[in-house]
Every structure is written in C-alpha cells, then in structure tokens.
C-alpha cells in the first residue's frame, strides 16, 4: 500500500494550495480517507475525513469554511484544497486511509499513512 501526498509548497498568508493524495495498492473505493497535520513543536492533529463514498466530509472547526476535502475514486486519489491559508496552517500534512468508514478524527482508526507533504504559510 502506498499513498503518496504532493502539493505542499511556500505560500503568502490569503493565498491557496490544492494537496493531493494518490492512494495504490489497497481498494481505494472502499476505503475512508483522513488529512492530518503536524506544526512543528506540535502533536499531529486532525484536518479533515472523507467517508468511503464521499457522501460526508468532516473538517476541524479552526479550517472550516477554508479547507475542503473531496474524492475521486476514478484516480484513486484524495484531495485537501485549502484556501485563506494562515501563518498558522503552517505544517506537514499526512494523508491517511482506513477500510470504509466515514474519515475519523483519531489517528490510531487509520491503517496506512503518507509520507507527509510540507506547507509553509507566510504572513
């Protein structure tokens, strides 16, 4: 199983990024999906789910209306778009899977995990 995270980038304060997650090796259809972020100096933390089918999505109040996640099971591939990006959003992103399910919030309901893709916003 592999899920690769691309995207990341150094970003002004108000700009945008498009992550993406592209997932092989497991039935990614079936499969839940999670954004996690870790700032430096800070525990990993929850962005954002999507469940299996895509019909929910759940974000963390502190991105809500600003990110949003969205799925093509067509490309086997997860997507984190994040605009009017903070200082504070500055982090590596994790995407992350799990068997069905709705995208949760705990880290340790996940099975498989990204490498990591770095966002560095500047104010």
């Known amino acids: 199983v592999q899920l690769q995270a691309s995207g990341g980038g150094s970003v002004q304060a108000g700009g945008s990024l498009r992550l993406s997650c592209a997932a092989s090796?497991?039935?990614?259809?079936?499969?839940?999906m999670g954004w996690f972020r870790q700032a430096p100096g800070k525990e990993r933390e929850f962005v954002a789910g999507i469940s299996w089918s895509g019909g929910s999505t759940f974000t963390v109040d502190s991105v809500k209306g600003r990110f949003t996640i969205s799925r093509d099971n067509a490309k086997n591939t997860v997507y984190l778009q994040m605009n009017s990006l903070k200082p504070e959003d500055t982090a590596v992103y994790y995407c992350?899977?799990?068997?069905w399910g709705l995208g949760p919030k705990l880290e340790s309901e996940y099975d498989y995990w990204g490498q990591g893709t770095l966002v560095t916003v500047s104010s």
């Open positions: 992350a899977s799990k068997p």
């Open positions: 090796g497991l039935p990614f259809s079936n499969s839940a």
